[in-house]
Every structure is written in structure tokens, then in C-alpha cells.
């Protein structure tokens, strides 16, 4: 089991000062965090792009470059880029920089997004969003095969046995498919033999479970290997539940309800964050003891091999959210995968 964390470098109001963090002060926190998971031994980081003001990643390879100027072995993967308006030869050659630059440590995480900012930025019409998609991955697919390419599509011009440079240092350089709440998406992943993330933000876990059998299925029956599986979450750690509690609610609420707002949610309560606390519910906020029984309960649902975890829904204080990371990575991560790798040796 393979534990990390993500984010998409959060700028909301900080709850100690009432301020607007600064997308500099934000950037320059989030190497910290970085640096730090690196140092306590977490295997992965990832960072996600987005074209809004709450959030400070626009283009991901370029801190995940800076990141692997500060760390030493921890992998580092975009989650996600946003392939869809995206053009694959570039997202291909960013990564396959990232890649030699941390001697093998780049990964790309590819979704559709789940918002939409980016189509009228970089000229697309939403009308095309399916299509783009997966026209875009059969090319960055083709990309990773081979050096010269040869490709035709709808959306972008064709290439002629052209030569894409560099090379990586991984071969293939490793592929993630984001998969939010649709059963296709996680199907065509595992056609393609391609690993999944699966994000479960809300709801009760077990409801996604069809979703990792639905990957594994479809991989045996193309003739692939069982691909690899993370489930993504939000969450935050602190030394006691109530602390964490306490900590993260404030900045979760100011986040899901300004989503809610776009979205036609209902602002969230208190209760409702609590229940997300519950061992059954899809929040990971709580003490190391909590959040590993919890990632322990899932691992018996999904039997996946990564677990990624967003501590900052919203702006929280630095000094704790560093906390949640030595937490994570000292205290969570070596209790986790020593109770799975004991529970793998069973007979």
C-alpha cells in the first residue's frame, strides 16, 4: 500500500487570520508540505490543476518540477491534468521532463475535470467533452509507446511519424485514470490496463465498490494484469479527533459551500460533517488511530494498492497541516501497510 497526498494548492480566507492567503504565501507553503511528506516517508504527492481563484495550480508539471528540486524519493504525480483541453504532446513532454529531472519519479493522473473553466480558456466547446477525452488519451497512450508517432484525431492537428522528445526515464512513464462517479470511465480503464483513481468525496464507500470491480473485470477480459487502484479522499489529521474536527471543519464548510453554490448543493452542517467522520462515512478527519482504522475498513472493500489524501479542503493553518503530514507519514502509513502486508501473508 502505497500512501500520499494531493491537492490543488487551496486559497480560501485563513480561519486564524480572516485573511486571503496570497498566491505566493500559498505556493511557497505548499513546497513545505511537499518537502516535508518527502522527509516522513510518504510514497506519493500529487497536485491538480485548476483555472479558478480559490485554487493556485494552473499547471502542475511546472511545481511538481520545483517539488523534485526538495525531495529525494517521493513520487510525484499530477491529480489531475485536465487532458481534455489540454494538448497530450505537451502534458507528455512536461512529464517526461519531471521524469528525468527526479531520476524516475514522475507520474501523470488524467481526468476530464470536474470543472469546466478550462474548455472556453483554451477554446473547446463543452459539447465535445466525452470525445476530447478519450480522443486525447489514445494519444498520450500512443505518445508513451513509441518515439515517433504517427495519429490522426478530430480535435488536434495530425502527426506524421513525427519524434517526441524527451524521453522519460520510465518506460511506459506511468498513466493514472481519475475516475469520479462513472461507471464507463472506470471500464475503459481497465481495458486500457491503466491504474485508477478513484475519488470518493461523499456518500457511503461501499456504493463505489462496483466501480473497482467494474476496472478489474474489464482488465481480465482485455488481457491485462490486474491494474493498480487508489482511492482518493479528503481529510485532515490531528493528535485527537475533536482537534482535528475542530481544525478542518471551518475551512471543509467555506469550500463544499461555495461549490454548493455552483452547484445547487445545500450548505453543510455540522451533523453532516460528523457523520462524514464515522468509519462508514468518506471523510479521513480524525486521530492517526481513527484514520488508520478507517483505511484498514476500506482496504477490506477495495483491496486497493494507493491511498491519497487531501488535507487541505480550504486554507488551514500551516503549522497544522504540517502536523497532519508528519502525522500521516509517521504515524499512519507504517501501521497501515504492516497490517496488510500481515494480512496478505495469511493463508
Do not use: C
Not at 490543488?8 to 511528506?37: C, H, K, W, Y
Not at 472493500?301 to 497541516?321: A, S
Not at 507519514?329 to 495469511?346: D, F, H, L, W
Amino acid at each position: 500500500m502505497e500512501i500520499g497526498i494531493y491537492t490543488f494548492g487551496e486559497r480560501t480566507v485563513d480561519p486564524e487570520t480572516g485573511q486571503l492567503i496570497s498566491p505566493g504565501e500559498r505556493l511557497q507553503n505548499l513546497m513545505e508540505e511537499i518537502e516535508l511528506a518527502d522527509q516522513v516517508g510518504l510514497d506519493v504527492f500529487g497536485i491538480g490543476e485548476h483555472h479558478r481563484p480559490d485554487y493556485t495550480v494552473s499547471a502542475p508539471a511546472v511545481v511538481l518540477a520545483a517539488a523534485g528540486a526538495r525531495t529525494k524519493r517521493i513520487r510525484l504525480t499530477s491529480a489531475v491534468n485536465v487532458l481534455s483541453s489540454d494538448d497530450p504532446v505537451r502534458v507528455f513532454q512536461q512529464f517526461a521532463t519531471l521524469d528525468l529531472l527526479t531520476q524516475g519519479r514522475a507520474e501523470i493522473m488524467v481526468g476530464r475535470g470536474s470543472f469546466i473553466e478550462s474548455f472556453p480558456l483554451f477554446g473547446y466547446d463543452l459539447k465535445d467533452y466525452d470525445e476530447l477525452f478519450e480522443e486525447k488519451l489514445d494519444l498520450l497512450l500512443k505518445l508513451r509507446e513509441s518515439e515517433r508517432v504517427t495519429w490522426a484525431g478530430k480535435h488536434r492537428p495530425s502527426l506524421d511519424n513525427l519524434g517526441i522528445y524527451p524521453r522519460p526515464l520510465q518506460n511506459p512513464l506511468p498513466v493514472w485514470i481519475a475516475v469520479g462517479g462513472t461507471p464507463e470511465s472506470a471500464v475503459r480503464a481497465g481495458m486500457l490496463g491503466l491504474p485508477m483513481a478513484l475519488g470518493i468525496i461523499g456518500g457511503l464507500p461501499e456504493r463505489f465498490a462496483p466501480f473497482a470491480q467494474l476496472h478489474r473485470e474489464a482488465a481480465q477480459k482485455a488481457g491485462h494484469e490486474t491494474p493498480h487502484l487508489s482511492i482518493n479522499s479528503h481529510g485532515f489529521l490531528a493528535d485527537s479527533s475533536q482537534e482535528a474536527a475542530d481544525i478542518a471543519f471551518p475551512a471543509f464548510k467555506t469550500m463544499m459551500d461555495r461549490l454548493g453554490r455552483e452547484r445547487g448543493w445545500p450548505p453543510l452542517t455540522r451533523e453532516q460533517f460528523e457523520f462524514s467522520l464515522s468509519l462508514r462515512g468518506a471523510n479521513f478527519v480524525g486521530s492517526p488511530e481513527q484514520v488508520i482504522e478507517k483505511i484498514l475498513f476500506q482496504h477490506e472493500i477495495f483491496g486497493h494498492n494507493r491511498f491519497l489524501l487531501q488535507l487541505t479542503v480550504g486554507t488551514l493553518p500551516h503549522k497544522k497541516v504540517l502536523r497532519a503530514i508528519e502525522l500521516l507519514g509517521t504515524k499512519v502509513a507504517p501501521v497501515v501497510k504492516r497490517e496488510i502486508a500481515r494480512t496478505n501473508r495469511k493463508p
